[in-house]
């Protein structure tokens, strides 16, 4: 069994990616399965077949604690990793050959607590990969695409895995792609970019991160898809299929 963590910003399309590669993979023959790691998630776009919300109610949180909706979720998700036994053995007994897996919706709660990386660490997986989701509607200017950028290099640091970054929502930014691909896969093209930014200020700021992203190699290319579209899914699950064993297995 492999693993396939999905995580992003709030909104970026994570559980909408979601469903849609559980849809790939059980279109092409494999046996996948959904696991949704959000306490806080009040409709999903696919039927979990494994779900945190089994085990922690944030709603229950709110009473039990007196606490507001962002006070709750902080402790859900800090919970999350308690229930790790009990969801790895709900998970290992349907068996699957991928289980793909939804995060909550804030990426802070998840990649920046204790909870989250002790769960991608300990859940028992033949290969794990982590797809970072950049929201295709955020990235639009150069400045904006370095924050995101140092915020994936981030998360990979906090959860120690394979990743692979995905650009999301790209029916919505069709203008846009070219640049931002350009930008993800040459860090020239994006100085030039922040070159030609107003903002003085944060534009030198920026130049400094992305050196420090470029030393460290931290700069990845950047797979567009659309989870409307289904547009550069197969791309997608290629370079998934680089990352994890599994891949060798679905070439025959
Ligand atoms: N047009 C378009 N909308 C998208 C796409 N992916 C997600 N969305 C929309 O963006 C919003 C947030 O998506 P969701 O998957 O719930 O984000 P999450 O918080 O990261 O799980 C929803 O309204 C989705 O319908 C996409 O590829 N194209
Ligand atoms: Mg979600």
């Not at 979601?18 to 092409?28: E, G, P």
């Not at 089994?54 to 009473?63: F, H, P, Q």
């Not at 909706?69 to 050959?97: C, F, K, M, R, Y």
């Not at 607590?113 to 997986?125: D, M, T």
Request: no cysteine; net charge negative; proline share 4%.
């Amino acid at each position: 069994m492999d693993s396939i963590f999905v995580t992003g910003t709030a909104g970026a399309g994570k559980s909408v990616l979601a469903s849609r590669l559980l849809q790939w993979y059980s279109d092409n023959g494999s046996y996948p399965v959904s696991l949704n790691l959000d306490p806080g998630a009040e409709s999903l776009p696919y039927e979990p077949d494994v779900d945190v919300r089994d085990y922690v109610d944030v709603k229950a949180i709110m009473e039990d604690y007196n606490l507001g909706p962002n006070g709750s979720l902080i402790i859900a998700s800090d919970l999350i990793s308690t229930h790790l036994e009990e969801i790895q053995n709900e998970v290992n007994e349907l068996n699957p050959e991928v289980v793909v897996i939804d995060t909550p919706g804030q990426i802070e709660l998840f990649a920046f607590r204790a909870s989250g990386p002790y769960f991608v660490g300990n859940f028992l997986a033949d290969d794990k990969v982590n797809i970072f989701v950049f929201d295709g509607t955020l990235v639009s200017s150069p400045i904006n695409f370095v924050s995101i950028s140092l915020l994936a290099s981030s998360v990979m640091l906090r959860l120690k895995t394979s990743q692979v970054n995905v650009l999301s929502k790209s029916d919505l930014i069709i203008d846009k792609l070219p640049q931002i691909l350009g930008w993800a896969s040459s860090s020239k093209k994006l100085e030039d970019s922040l070159n030609q930014e107003k903002e003085a200020e944060y534009s030198l700021l920026s130049k400094e991160v992305l050196r420090a992203l470029t030393m460290g190699d931290f700069l990845q290319n950047l797979i567009a898809v659309s989870g409307l579209t289904m547009s550069g899914m197969i791309n997608l699950v290629a370079a998934i299929a680089r990352i994890v064993s599994q891949g060798e297995d679905r070439k025959d």
